[in-house]
């Protein structure tokens, strides 16, 4: 069955400091992949998507992630973190087949604290 | 517009009332979805509707009756539920596309008092 895994349960940095949060995932196959961000009581809004191609991605709000595949990562990494970044960080994936709905599988999240 | 509107956005219910949680969508997204979300936990996937058409149930308790009445809209009905249901429930769509995203609505907390 497929996973993902944070290893992160918690990150804390300075505003001004780069981020790198960590996701790895295991899958039958390379599966969609996905980083979503929630704040407090939200939903979920997505950053950034892999699915092919260009194993560098660029996303919203500054962030990017690269896919690699011998390792079965997808780290998330931002080169200067804002205060308003702070929330909760998800990766997730989806099987990979024509006309398949997303049902995502999600890592256990990374909760981002900046400091000021 | 590529929102996903669900409302309402707070809900408290008694274990015997019936109410019911709406999500809209007006992209043509011809699949959509409910998750349950607890405290510090991730999403976790209850119903998938595909073309109008339930095709995945995570083994969701029966107090939960999800509906589907046109490509647009997705309802959750509620049902002598427990204090344990009590999370963030929320709502997804997606374009059966390959290489698109899910959109994510805002949610509705939901209270079982």
């Known amino acids: 069955a497929q996973s993902v895994t944070q290893p992160d349960i918690h990150i804390t940095v300075s505003e001004g400091a780069s981020l790198e949060l960590r996701c790895n995932y295991s899958y039958g196959a390379t599966p969609y992949l996905f980083w979503y961000v929630q704040s407090p009581g939200q939903g979920l809004q997505l950053l950034l998507k892999y699915f092919s191609g260009d194993t560098l991605v660029q996303g919203i709000k500054g962030f990017e992630a690269e896919f690699k595949r011998s390792q079965s990562s997808f780290n998330l990494r931002k080169p200067s973190v804002h205060w308003s970044d702070a929330a909760e960080y998800f990766c997730a994936v989806a099987p990979i087949s024509s006309g398949s709905a997303r049902q995502l599988t999600f890592g256990s999240g990374t909760q981002l604290t900046v400091l000021p | 517009d590529t929102e996903v509107t669900q409302t309402p956005k707070h809900l408290v219910m008694g274990m015997t009332n019936k109410k019911s949680l709406k999500c809209e969508q007006h992209m043509g997204h011809r699949a959509m979805y409910w998750y349950k979300q607890k405290a510090k936990k991730p999403p976790e996937l209850m119903f998938v509707?595909?073309?109008?058409?339930?095709?995945i149930n995570e083994s969701v308790p029966s107090r939960f009756s999800p509906e589907c009445p046109n490509s647009s809209l997705l309802n959750l009905h509620l049902h002598a539920l427990q204090p344990e249901d009590s999370a963030l429930y929320l709502c997804?769509?997606?374009?059966?596309?390959?290489?698109?995203?899910?959109?994510f609505g805002q949610g509705t907390r939901l209270t079982v008092v």
């Open positions: 997804a769509s997606s374009p059966n596309t390959i290489g698109t995203e899910a959109f």
């Open positions: 509707y595909s073309y109008e058409k339930l095709s």
